[in-house]
């Protein structure tokens, strides 16, 4: 273990892994069952357009959660798309500024405004509080985000969304199989997005899926959902192949493992990392089930005595990439930063929260000895804070350049800075 702060990577020491540790790295789950199902539908000549494994994938994803109806798609932007249509949405939808992006652009190129809401400061998840005053005539529906699968207050949204007649629908790509009041997500009667991105718990290389108990809404989706070759007046094609369904069955087939394993990284880093100033691991209410596939860390400067971008390029040179969230959050992009009607009120928490969040390594790929490498980079960093805040400050151009090569994500190197560069 590094103990002075000329170890670290950032000033010259060995980084401390040889390959890179990223934050969501795919589970892969049994290789042996993903190859046997890929031969098999390299076999029957079933690639698409709802195959077996595809029908099989929806009915466990369904049964897992309770749920009547399991619709798979493409990808997240794809199956809210198909909400969009099925809900036949227009006008303004208020969302959550702290998401990705490609929902505000999936909303936006759909000819509807998302007007951006701030999220409560504990939950991170859209604040009901704050949605009221931005229901106008033109809103159609709320979008909440159950951000680190942390289920959003589902009961205050729905009564909001049913006093202004409102759609009320979750992006769920963090919580799969997640509960709210001891209940998993997609019972409560709203439709919910699952992502299957390979950065999720449960990858299927790329994909997502609608859950919905109305079977109306379940019709209207699979029409959308389909090829317009196979359904005539379909429009968007955003159906989910049989390779991902294969992968996707997969990690169900492991899914109580996975689960498992992130539950024990996340409790060796909450704790190695205790009792750092400035460094808290954001908590989980452990009487609701989780899939604890995120270990998010909010870095208070002023405590720490390092910013997260500090913090992230330091990790980084040690070859361990972090990763910020939703850093710029949504209003701070065009086109929304330039039009006053996408952002009607000040949103303090998305933006202390973007500058703060950073995301640490979990999921199967990571081993307990490498946490706590991890870790102890960070307690070196938060300890010795005032002399690397200064060498960070006065270092030359070399260092930076040196430095800044660790961070592949060319979007990230724009916003790293250092010290009070
Ligand atoms: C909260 C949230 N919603 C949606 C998505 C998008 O999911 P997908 O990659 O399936 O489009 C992500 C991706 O990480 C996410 O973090």
Not at 78 to 84: D, R, T, Y
Not at 331 to 340: K, L
Not at 342 to 359: D, F, G, I, M, N
Request: proline share 5%; charged share 20%; net charge negative.
């Amino acid at each position: 273990m590094k103990q002075i702060i000329e170890e670290l990577a950032i000033f010259g020491g060995r980084p401390s892994f040889e390959q890179p540790i990223q934050v969501g790295s795919p589970n892969t789950g049994d290789r042996h069952r993903f190859l046997a199902r890929l031969k098999n539908s390299l076999d029957s000549g079933r690639s698409t357009d709802r195959g077996p494994f595809l029908r099989e994938f929806e009915e466990r994803v369904a049964a897992f959660h309770g749920v009547r109806h399991c619709i798979a798609t493409a990808s997240s932007t794809q199956a809210l798309a198909c909400l969009v249509q099925a809900l036949d949405l227009s006008g303004e939808v208020i969302v959550p500024s702290f998401m990705p992006v490609a929902t505000a652009h999936a909303l936006n190129d759909n000819r509807i405004t998302p007007v951006f809401c701030d999220v409560d400061p504990a939950s991170q998840t859209l604040d009901p509080g704050r949605v009221d005053e931005l229901v106008t005539a033109r809103t159609s529906a709320i979008i909440g985000a159950h951000l680190w699968g942390r289920v959003c207050d589902v009961d205050k949204l729905s009564s909001i969304a049913r006093r202004h007649n409102l759609s009320l629908l979750f992006d769920a790509a963090h919580a799969f199989a997640c509960t709210y009041h001891g209940r998993k997500i997609g019972t409560s009667g709203q439709p919910e997005i699952l992502s299957f991105h390979a950065s999720q718990i449960l990858n299927a290389f790329e994909g997502a899926a609608i859950l919905t108990d109305d079977e109306t809404l379940a019709k209207q989706l699979r029409a959308a959902a389909v090829s317009a070759d196979s359904a005539p007046g379909a429009t968007l094609n955003g159906q989910m192949n049989e390779i991902s369904a294969a992968m996707g069955l997969t990690l169900m087939d492991g899914y109580t493992e996975l689960v498992a394993v992130n539950l024990r990284n996340y409790r060796r880093y909450r704790r190695t990392l205790a009792g750092l100033p400035g460094i808290h691991v954001i908590e989980y209410d452990y009487r609701e089930q989780n899939n604890y596939h995120h270990v998010v860390l909010e870095v208070d400067p002023a405590a720490a005595g390092v910013t997260r971008d500090q913090l992230m390029a330091i990790l980084s040179a040690e070859k361990v990439h972090a990763r910020r969230y939703f850093c710029p959050p949504c209003h701070w992009e065009e086109p929304y930063c330039s039009q006053a009607t996408y952002v009607r009120s000040p949103l303090p928490v998305t933006e202390k929260l973007a500058r703060t969040v950073l995301c640490l390594p979990t999921g199967m790929a990571m081993t307990g000895p490498e946490i706590d490498i991890i870790c102890n980079i960070i307690r070196l960093a938060v300890t010795c804070s005032s002399d690397v805040s200064v060498r960070l400050h006065y270092s030359n151009g070399l260092l930076r350049q040196n430095y800044l090569s660790h961070i592949d994500n060319p979007a990230d190197r724009d916003v790293v800075r250092l010290g009070n560069e």
